[in-house]
């Protein structure tokens, strides 16, 4: 007699995404926190803004505001934008958020799995 093979439903999908959503963005801040704290300051400017109006918009400067708070450059930091502190607290805050939901689906899973 054949057996089959289990197969993911849309609910084990749904959990395997919120186990590995976490781990991938932690890993992107660990590839981010490699890169030395200037990399990001020199080069063509990715705003769409500054590119077609030659004008910075209010987000200009938060990626390097962030890189440089990643690599405890605090004046820098501010230097690049006074908010960047704020937007790296949101983004720890969703970080943690993540991981704990992720937390819960592998929880629920492996639940599923064993009975």
């Known amino acids: 007699m054949r057996t089959m093979k289990k197969s993911f439903d ?7 995404f919120l186990v590995l959503r976490p781990l991938v963005a932690f890993g992107i801040v660990l590839y981010i926190w490699s890169l030395p704290a200037d990399y990001f300051d020199v080069g063509e400017p990715v705003c ?11 987000g200009c400067g938060l990626t ?11 004046q820098e930091s501010l230097d690049y934008h006074p908010l960047g ?8 805050v969703l970080l943690l958020h993540w991981f704990r939901k992720g937390f819960y689906s592998w929880k629920k899973l492996r639940q599923r799995e064993g009975k």
């Not at 769409?48 to 209010?58: A, G, K, M, P, Q």
């Not at 390097?64 to 605090?74: A, D, K, P, V």
Request: a positive charge; glycine letters at 8%.
């Open 10 to 16: 849309g609910q084990s999908l749904k959990a395997l």
């Open 48 to 58: 769409i803004s500054v590119r077609l109006f030659h004008v910075e918009c209010w």
């Open 64 to 74: 390097r505001s962030i890189q440089h708070l990643i690599h405890g450059e605090w």
């Open 85 to 92: 502190w704020l937007v790296f607290i949101l983004l720890g």
